[in-house]
């Protein structure tokens, strides 16, 4: 059982929506704008968001970006714009997973419940000690990044990529192995985004994001010893 945030101003679609996630047992907030929604995430502890872009006062996007000034959780963006480039905006500011309506509630459920057991994983993850390279410490047990010894924020697929390219340094991925491994195989983006959460990744390990290497034409590695 989770707590998930609803933000839906359609009334008809937010009862929809309700329904599905209380029939996989999860607990549901709703908000009918991007400010109530902004208040409920400060005021109680979400597992989930499922977060409409279209709505009134804060759109989708500013909701998100603030979101992820507060929290890591899961999101995921509804919509019904079809375009790429807004799917990689979603993502760039921090968006997991992204639906386009009109959709199958079923799998917005499933999608829900995927993200929610990875993130389970993380959280739950039985090492104790960090895991460091160069000068940045990753700490498992407590899902926190330190770069030379400062915390910094990441969204949450930022740092499921961070956290699996140190437990597999020095392997060559591509961009669909990593998509499938941190988004799964269910999801409806594109390679783009991974270049999208590496590039931001990078800026926020500053220096640090060196151990990130691109090899052209064959994907992304993390290099220890650079």
């Known amino acids: 059982m989770a707590n998930i945030l609803i933000v839906e101003d359609e009334k008809n679609m937010q009862s929809i929506i309700v329904e599905y996630m209380q029939r996989g047992s ?65 993502y760039d500011l921090g968006a997991d997973d992204y639906m386009t309506k009109p959709f199958s509630p079923k799998v917005l459920l499933a999608k829900a419940n995927a993200l929610l057991r990875r993130s389970s994983v993380l959280l739950t993850d039985s090492m104790t000690d960090t895991v460091n390279a160069g000068k940045i410490s990753l700490a498992p047990a407590s899902h926190k990044v330190f770069v030379d010894g400062e915390e910094i924020v990441l969204t949450h697929k930022e740092y499921e990529l961070l956290y699996f390219f140190m437990g597999n340094p020095e392997q060559i991925f591509s961009r669909e192995q990593l998509l499938n491994r941190i988004w799964g195989y269910d999801f409806e983006g594109t390679t783009r985004t991974v270049d999208t959460h590496i590039k931001t990744l990078r800026q926020k390990l500053g220096d640090e994001g060196k151990h990130i290497v691109t090899l052209i034409r064959s994907g992304y590695k993390f290099e220890v010893a650079i």
């Open 26 to 90: 999860h607990t549901c907030f709703t908000a009918d704008d991007g400010v109530d929604a902004l208040m409920i995430l400060k005021n109680n502890l979400m597992d989930l968001m499922i977060l409409d872009i279209m709505m009134p006062h804060l759109d989708g996007f500013t909701v998100c970006k603030m979101a992820r000034e507060m929290s890591s959780l899961p999101i995921i963006m509804l919509t019904a714009k079809e375009s790429e480039d807004d799917k990689l905006k979603g």
